[in-house]
């Protein structure tokens, strides 16, 4: 569901301090592009290098580089 954000809005998580600050800080745009990446849509596509990027940051979907692993990938879904 790439219309969804990637944070899912959870009661108990956006009722903390902490995560009302985060909220307050993204709003104000003093976030950096990781730290924003939470309240954007979810690319319809994403494609992880879990070995050199283990906390999924970088999505390599678009870069032509991994063109076939992702067409690999993709044909395995269906």
């Not at 009722?15 to 909220?23: A, K, R, Y």
């Not at 690319?43 to 050199?52: G, H, I, N």
């Amino acid at each position: 569901m790439p219309f969804r954000p990637i944070m899912q809005y959870l009661r108990t998580l956006f009722g903390l301090p902490s995560t009302q600050s985060w909220v307050n800080e993204y709003k104000s745009g003093r976030t950096n592009a990781i730290q924003s990446m939470f309240f954007h849509e979810k690319p319809v596509e994403e494609l992880y290098d879990s070995e050199k990027d283990p906390w999924n940051v970088n999505n390599l979907a678009d870069d032509p580089a991994y063109t076939e692993v992702l067409e690999r990938m993709l044909s395995l879904s269906t």
